[in-house]
């Protein structure tokens, strides 16, 4: 069964910095990776979608990337704001139908330090 | 607006009061999910469904119950709720087939719900 982690499980930056948020999984047969962003009281934000053919992707100040064959992603956030204080989740999907193949790591708490 | 809707947001009730959490999608999507979140555990798919009348336990799904009758509804519903499923609720939802833009999943505010 497929494994995602993400570590660390909280971090503080203070404003400017720019920083990484990594994601692991087990099996590297995914389809695609997605990044969410969760915010307390509200639900999941889709940020970036990277297809296991592609090895990143960029939405203004974040950039995902992925190595499938080493099981690894990582979401870089450029000068991060105090608005960046989220919660981030990763999600791998296994195939390329179905509603049921999507596995998530448990998130990185992010706050930013004004 | 595109957009994914559950209710309540919030609820407290007691052991073995049955109970329901409406999901609705305005974007005729097939497919569609329930999920829980708990610390440490990440979200784990309770139930899923690939069209009307198409539906199947996920990962963790005693307790819990669906139905698919319309396309835009996937109530989940609790017959006998024990304190252990006291959890944040998402409904979410997505398109079928491949491609990148079909794989976004948009998921619904959350229900937070406790069990006494």
């Known amino acids: 069964k497929q494994e995602v982690t993400q570590i660390p499980a909280a971090l503080s930056v203070p404003e400017g910095e720019n920083l990484v948020l990594n994601c692991s999984f087990t099996d590297s047969a995914i389809y695609n990776l997605q990044w969410f962003r969760q915010d307390p009281g509200k639900g999941l934000t889709s940020l970036l979608l990277?297809?296991?053919?592609?090895r990143e992707q960029t939405s203004g100040r974040l950039n995902a990337s992925l190595d499938k064959s080493s099981g690894r992603s990582t979401l870089y956030i450029a000068a991060s704001q105090p608005g960046d204080s989220a919660t981030y989740l990763c999600a791998v999907r296994r195939g390329v139908t179905g509603a049921n193949n999507l596995f998530f790591g448990t998130g990185t708490r992010l706050t930013v330090i004004p | 607006e595109a957009q994914v809707t559950q209710n309540p947001r919030y609820l407290i009730t007691v052991t073995g009061k049955k109970l329901t959490v409406t999901c609705s999608q305005n974007m005729n999507h097939e497919y569609m999910s329930w999920y829980r979140q708990d610390p440490g555990l990440g979200l784990r798919q309770i139930y899923y469904?690939?069209?009307?009348?198409?539906?199947d336990k996920g990962d963790v799904p005693e307790g819990y119950k669906v139905s698919r009758k319309e396309k835009r509804n996937f109530p989940l519903i609790l017959e006998s709720p024990s304190p252990n499923q006291t959890s944040l609720y998402f409904c979410a939802s997505s398109l079928k087939g491949g491609g990148a833009a079909k794989n976004i999943q948009y998921f619904g505010a959350g229900t937070r719900l406790s069990v006494l």
């Open positions: 990277i297809q296991s053919s592609q």
């Open positions: 469904s690939m069209n009307v009348e198409a539906t």
